[in-house]
């Protein structure tokens, strides 16, 4: 209830009578009152007039499951949201939800991460209630060689999802970076658990670093929303905006279970695209061209020579030939 009331108040943007919320939930207007003392608690403004009834003024940067749910517009996708003040890494708290049987869509967010997990087996940093670290839970009806597109697909729908909630013009590193002024803002990171020939469930795992000033000396190649915006902001708008994309998005996919439907979408935000690049193999490396990417989602790349390669993603590394882009 608390979330709806959130919403009915955010909605109306003016006061609301306690005996209009009342009437809507068929509640007492203790229960009201009782909801909208633990707001303000929360940190929420809101305001308390005799005659007029209840009135929103501002909202904290919070992402507790109610505020992200009564921002949530989706079918399926963030739903339900389950949030934890600290964790050890949303993607294990996923693995473990969906092994007990959590719905497709189910959206674990967390405020801090102890044990957050970056790809290759790296750490991601990940400070308390300065940024985003979000993953959500899959039962796609596809065979486990086309999972890992589903981390280009979210690429698309975080890269939009940001677009619409902040100033600032993010693009995709192939496969799965989303970059700003040539320094990672978004890292992706999807496991699967899978039969020999059956997906049980997916995990694709989000995060965002959103109102940070600092990073570490061994990772400045990161940045963050606040420092590429000089502005901070809210993260639960972010969090429902990337879910409704993603929503969307999920749907072109599994229309043709590749990246045809989102490819002028993804090439459009792709910045390897027409320039030089490093490949990265485990024992050597070689300068390619970036054509772009084919429908399997595989980087297309052209050789000095001439020879046209397909890159797929987890088995090389791509840099770009002076630095990180
Ligand atoms: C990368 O290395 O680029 C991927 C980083 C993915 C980090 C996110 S934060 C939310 C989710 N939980 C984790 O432990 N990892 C992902």
Known sequence: ????????????????SGQEICEKFGVSRTAV???????????????????????ILDEPDVITAEEVASLMETEWAGKPVVYYPETDSTNIRIRHLGDEGAPHG????????TAGR???????????????????????????????MLTLVMACSVAEGIMDCADVKVQIKWPNDIIVSGKKLVGILTEMS????????????????????????????ATSL???????????PVIAAVMRHFEEDYKIFMQTEDMSGLMEKYSGLLINRGREVLILEKDSEYKAFAEGINQ???????????????????EVSVRGVYGYV
């Open 118 to 148: 970056g790809r290759r087996g790296r750490t991601w940093e990940s400070p308390g209630g300065s940024c985003i670290y979000m993953s959500i839970l899959l039962r796609p009806e596809l065979t486990p060689e086309k999972a890992p």
């Open 33 to 55: 009152w009782k909801v909208i003392r633990q707001l303000q608690e929360e940190g929420y403004q809101v305001e308390a007039v005799r005659s007029k009834g209840y009135r």
């Open 194 to 221: 899978t039969q020999v020939d059956y997906i049980n469930h997916v995990t694709v795992g989000v995060g965002i670093n959103v109102n940070v000033q600092s990073f570490p000396e061994e990772i400045q190649t």
């Open 106 to 113: 189910t959206l674990a967010v967390a405020d801090r991460q």
């Open 1 to 16: 209830m608390k979330a709806e009331i959130l919403k009915m108040l955010r909605e109306t943007g003016d006061y609301v």
């Open 226 to 236: 606040l420092s590429e915006t000089g502005k901070r902001v809210k993260r639960a």
């Open 296 to 314: 399997k989602g595989e980087l297309v790349v052209r050789r000095e020579d001439g020879t046209v390669e397909k890159i797929c993603a987890g």
